[in-house]
């Protein structure tokens, strides 16, 4: 009956052909690749990066698929995990009923259906974020968390897939516009400066926090403004955001009641030869040593669930100071997905730091779950 359930909407050729393609080899792109292919566009170029996304983009969305269908205690059966898992299907039938790209008006309407998908998979991370809650409030209040590490693997196996689908969908599609702004190779920016987007990431996470709390600490960030690397400001954008919308509500939550001024969250900089590093630096209290094993899972949060009271995201925009519990998972996977990687230090009773690292060299692969 769940079975029946679970797949009636799809035909039993098209899953067996999601089996087959869910089992072949993936293969990844650098930063770097993704930088000099696009730096060398031609038509004959673009006609390349379609046919290879054309036979990329299935095996990857198959494999979640796949996965989506069989998660443990019951999540595949959720209402809004089925709805992620039709959204898979739909994308695989899109691409699959997609014929050979031969030429330069094959690879256009090619390019608009891809970005149809993107857009399609745009409310992702709050459905599944859904599915979890509905999960998490299954489960025994006392659960253990580390009952969960399953769940929590899949998870960052998913976003991680995510990330990287949505990067090459999108740097395919940027690669169209016929007047980029200097300096842009699709979402890549050869010159972008990590202190302009702390600065406007860190505006935006105060912004959050005025709305929600009335005031908002102050944000200093220190380093070099002119300094540029190659990155993708939008992913340094968001991971940035989220660690600063956590130092204001720490900061936030011990100050409020208190005559003291707020500290200010200081944000530093530095360019090294391997990696630029950004901390995030704040004194709200710190983290409880007990609490640090769970800030990086998909379930934890100090903060009142914002999703109890909003049964329907629909396309809302789902921007609050915290709640979801996906902050810190989520900004980790972004750091990874380049060859860098998010550690979180806290001194309980003083404050957090958060250590940012990103690689610099672009060298290195995507990972591939
Ligand atoms: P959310 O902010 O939605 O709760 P996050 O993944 O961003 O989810 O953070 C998880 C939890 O980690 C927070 O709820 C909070 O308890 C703790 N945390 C994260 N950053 C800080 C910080 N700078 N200071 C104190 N606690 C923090
Ligand atoms: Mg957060």
């Known amino acids: 009956m769940a079975a029946k359930k679970l797949y009636d909407s799809f035909s039993k050729s098209l899953l067996e052909e999601v089996q087959r393609w869910g089992s072949m080899k993936q293969t990844g792109v650098s930063l770097r690749y993704m930088l000099e292919f696009g730096s060398r566009l031609t038509d004959r170029n673009l006609l390349l990066a379609a046919q290879f996304l054309h036979k990329e983009l299935p095996i990857r969305i198959a494999r979640r698929a796949i996965e989506l269908q069989s998660l443990p205690y019951g999540l595949s059966h959720k209402p809004a995990i089925l709805k992620v898992r039709d959204w898979y299907l739909d994308s695989f039938r899109d691409l699959r009923s997609f014929p050979e790209i031969k030429d330069q008006n094959d690879e256009q309407e090619f390019t608009k259906m891809i970005n149809l998908i993107k857009v399609r998979h745009n409310n992702v991370v709050p459905t599944m974020a859904l599915g979890v809650q509905q999960l998490k409030k299954d489960l025994d209040p006392k659960f253990d968390y580390k009952d969960l590490d399953d769940i929590h693997q899949f998870l960052d196996r998913f976003y991680m897939s995510r990330i990287g689908i949505r990067m090459l969908i999108g740097q395919h599609v940027a690669m169209h516009d016929p007047d980029p702004p200097p300096d842009r190779i699709g979402y890549i920016h050869a010159k972008m400066s990590p202190v302009e987007v702390a600065r406007n990431a860190s505006e935006d996470a105060r912004s959050v926090c005025l709305r929600e709390y009335g005031t908002a600490p102050e944000v200093n960030v220190y380093g070099d403004p002119d300094f540029t690397f190659p990155y ?22 011990r100050f409020m009641d208190s005559d003291k001024i707020a500290p200010p969250v200081r944000i530093i900089v530095a360019d090294g030869l391997e990696d630029v590093t950004i901390k995030v630096s704040d004194e709200g209290g710190g983290i409880p040593r007990s609490g640090l094993p769970k800030i990086f899972t998909y379930l934890y949060s100090t903060a009142k669930n914002p999703l109890a009271e909003r049964a329907d995201l629909g396309t809302a925009d789902i921007a609050t100071m915290a709640g979801y519990g996906f902050g810190l998972p989520i900004s980790r996977l972004y750091a990874r997905y380049f060859g860098g990687d998010l550690q979180i230090i806290s001194m309980e009773g003083y404050g957090t730091d958060a250590y940012l690292h990103l690689s610099r060299l672009g060298d290195s692969q995507e990972p591939l779950p």
């Not at 993708?232 to 939550?253: C, D, G, I, Q, T």
């Open 232 to 253: 993708v400001p939008n992913h340094l954008h968001l991971m940035v955001f989220e660690l600063v919308k956590n130092s204001l509500r720490a900061v936030e939550e």
